[in-house]
């Protein structure tokens, strides 16, 4: 679960910056430092960094980000089939990336409303 927060605090914070620290590691052919330090993801860890980018593209909003549904990680498993690890462990996994994602959009806790 560390590696997957961590990639949450990381992403947040350079992830839309990625594609401009390329460039600038293709001009100079040195590695900018935040993207020396980007989480190295295996295969689980990208499978559920691929899902939970999907997920919280759904996510509904009042006025903040709720945070992801069961139902909607259900949907996503319906859809999509089942992960390449357990399915408690999957949600489980999602919700943590989620609750850190929200934490620190909000700057505190997210609201409890799933």
């Known amino acids: 679960g ?3 927060t961590r990639w949450v605090e990381w992403d947040q914070t350079w992830g839309p ?3 401009k620290l390329k460039e600038i590691e293709a001009a100079t052919g040195q590695t ?5 330090d ?3 993801l295996y295969a689980t860890e990208q499978e559920l960094v691929t899902a939970y980018n999907i ?10 980000p709720n945070p ?3 139902s909607e990680i259900v ?7 089942p992960p390449s690890i357990p399915i408690d462990t999957f949600i489980e ?3 943590l990336m989620d609750f850190k994602s929200l934490e620190l959009q909000h700057g505190n806790k997210p609201s409890s409303n799933s």
């Open 2 to 4: 560390k590696l997957l």
């Open 17 to 19: 910056q990625v594609k």
């Open 32 to 36: 900018p430092k935040a993207l020396a």
């Open 38 to 40: 980007a989480p190295v």
């Open 55 to 64: 997920l919280a593209l759904r996510r509904t909003r009042g006025f903040v």
């Open 68 to 70: 992801i549904q069961l």
């Open 75 to 81: 949907a996503f498993i319906q859809i999509y089939g």
């Open 93 to 95: 996994l999602i919700g």
